[in-house]
């Protein structure tokens, strides 16, 4: 099978977003990259470069729907006469805005994010949706755990990794133990479990945190000898990746207990302030750090190390 890595800039604070082209029947994409001219330009280019010309394309498969990755899938399909696309039914982010939904505002003030916050949050990622055009209904099919990519010399099989987002999805060559795993494993930064509503209840949010664990010791048992990756160079060490992960992710856990109030408690909010005093007003990356904090707090509390109390319409934290 072979797989040609293209790197794709967008304009996010990561740099360039890693595009895979399957360069068999059918000729697939694994991500587009963001709707940015110059990334339409360079993924037209460099498919060039590749000996393959856009129009050609069949297949677009998603790793998850952020605008980074999946931004441009219609406008391949379209110069693609129709090119399937795929994504994993939990996805939203070709559907509508991050933050657009009703269900989110209501998560985030429960998490004790002020109104004005919120708004301002809104704003931005009213903003970042622009870089992808939105899916109609019948423009894309769902991706499934444990379904089959065929391709002319094999198959890709389709692995469910929650985490990152609730439909992040990672696809495994068996035959050489090869995976593509999207933003679920990055070789530099230990990816970002992102604020959502739960798929099943919108009025509840997404265990992110415990859903990626899940998900890494999947990707383990595999034993996967390279991964690529959303961002950034090849892994050919999952193990160091896995270890370095798990170890950032309990320090955190500590540092997210022991910045809780003893006798006052605290919210989610409260602690994305004391955990990442750098990123607030900041824009997306307060975002990121409220989505850290929660992620946190709701593992600390599956895990009996705080509890958890409403006061007055938002969700206080205490030490046990
Ligand atoms: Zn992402």
Same mark, same amino acid.
């Given at each position: 099978m072979k797989i040609i890595p293209l790197a794709i800039p967008t304009p996010?604070?990561?740099g360039d977003v890693n595009v895979y082209l399957i360069?068999?029947?059918?000729?697939?994409?694994?991500d587009v990259g963001p709707k940015t001219e110059e990334a339409a330009n360079v993924l037209r280019e460099k498919l060039r470069a590749s000996g393959?010309?856009?129009?050609?394309?069949?297949r677009i498969v998603l790793t998850h729907a952020h605008e980074d990755h999946c931004g441009l899938a219609k406008q391949v399909r379209e110069a693609a006469k129709d090119a399937e696309i795929f994504v994993h039914n939990w996805e939203t982010g070709h559907l509508f805005g991050?933050?657009?939904?009703e269900e989110y505002k209501n998560l985030m003030l429960s998490a004790g994010v002020p109104l004005e916050v919120f708004d301002e949050i809104q704003k931005i990622y009213a903003d970042v949706s622009l870089l992808t055009d939105k899916l109609n209904e019948g423009e894309f099919s769902a991706l499934e755990d444990e379904m089959e990519l065929e391709f002319a010399s094999g198959s890709l099989k389709v692995l469910h990794t929650p985490?990152?987002?609730?439909g992040s999805c990672s696809f495994f060559r068996e035959a050489n133990r090869t995976l593509f795993a999207g933003d679920c494993v990055l070789k530099r930064i230990t990816p970002n479990p992102m604020f959502a509503p739960d @798929?099943?209840?919108?009025?509840k949010r997404f265990k992110s945190l415990a859903e990626f664990l899940v998900s890494l010791a999947r990707i383990r048992a595999l034993a996967p000898t390279l991964i690529y990756g959303g961002h950034g160079e090849p892994i050919f060490d999952f193990d160091e990746v896995f270890h370095r992960y798990v170890r950032a992710i309990d320090e955190r856990q500590k540092d997210t207990v022991d910045s809780?109030?003893?006798?006052?408690g605290a919210s989610a909010w409260e602690t994305a302030k004391k955990l990442f @005093?750098?990123?607030?007003?900041k824009g997306v990356h307060q975002f990121l750090a409220i989505s850290e904090a929660v992620a946190h707090l709701d593992y600390a509390e599956s895990q009996g190390k705080i509890a958890v109390e409403i006061k007055e319409g938002a969700e206080i934290y205490r030490k046990l």
């Open positions: 996010f604070y990561i360069k068999e029947e059918p000729l697939t994409l694994i393959v010309a856009l129009e050609d394309i069949r991050r933050l657009a939904r985490g990152h987002t609730p @798929p099943f209840d919108a009025a809780i109030e003893k006798t006052s @005093p750098e990123a607030i007003g």
